[in-house]
């Protein structure tokens, strides 16, 4: 069946690192890829999406790359910051959404 | 701007009782669903509901409940509590309709509500 794998955490990083969060995934189809954030005491929320082969999701200095060849859309960002502090959930979907497990990142000032 | 509504956050309940969560969306969202995150598990499905009056199982359904009681609610009812249901529950809903839902895939969840059974 369809399923996401996600790097184990925790993952601590110093202010201004990169960072970079693995993700690979098994879907029969064509599946659209995401990474929604959780913060402290809250809900999930869309971080980034993409759709297609190739493409490239990003928003608030975050970026990934949808790879169909290598299964993968591993999500990346240049410098984090103290507010980055959160769990990161990489999901698929093909016809209703599937979650990762999670992986929390804490970054220190 | 409320969004996705859930009631109560938190609840204590001990073993046999049973309650409802609420959930409530503001947004004309066709679809919503209950979710479960558990530490190490990430967030499974219990159940969804495709659009008003419509309801399917999710991955984790036993023990659980649902009503579509119209297009803004979708509440998810524990007959009798168990411990193995202690968890964190969320409501989310999109505009997308199942089986489309890979065009958008954003779901707009609440805030959670804590459930504690003894």
């Known amino acids: 069946g369809d399923s996401v794998t996600q790097m184990e955490g925790p993952v601590t990083l110093s202010e201004e690192a990169f960072l970079t969060i693995n993700c690979t995934y098994t879907?029969?189809?064509?599946?659209?890829l995401f990474w929604y954030v959780q913060y402290p005491g809250e809900g999930l929320q869309l971080l980034l999406k993409?759709?297609?082969?190739?493409d490239k999701g990003s928003n608030k200095g975050f970026e990934a790359t949808y790879r169909k060849e290598t299964t993968s859309f591993h999500l990346e960002k240049g410098s984090v910051q103290v507010s980055d502090s959160a769990v990161y959930f990489c999901a698929l979907s093909v016809n209703k959404i599937i979650f990762g497990k999670g992986t929390r990142l804490h970054i220190l000032p | 701007n409320a969004g996705v509504t859930q009631t109560p956050k938190f609840q204590v309940l001990k073993t046999g009782q049973s309650m409802t969560l609420q959930c409530a969306q503001d947004?004309?969202?066709?679809?919503m669903y209950w979710y479960r995150q558990d530490p190490g598990m990430g967030l499974r499905l219990i159940y969804y509901?495709?659009?008003?009056?419509?309801?399917d199982k999710g991955e984790v359904p036993n023990g659980y409940n649902v009503s579509r009681l119209n297009k803004r609610e979708f509440s998810l009812r524990l007959e009798s509590a168990a411990p193995s249901q202690t968890s964190v529950y969320f409501c989310?809903?999109?505009?997308?309709?199942?089986?489309?839902?890979?065009?958008?895939?954003?779901?707009?969840f609440g805030e959670g509500s804590r459930l504690t059974v003894l």
């Open positions: 989310a809903s999109s505009d997308a309709s199942f089986g489309t839902l890979r065009n958008t895939g954003e779901l707009f």
């Open positions: 509901s495709a659009s008003e009056g419509t309801t």
């Open positions: 947004m004309n969202h066709n679809s």
């Open positions: 879907a029969t189809g064509y599946p659209s």
């Open positions: 993409a759709t297609k082969a190739d």
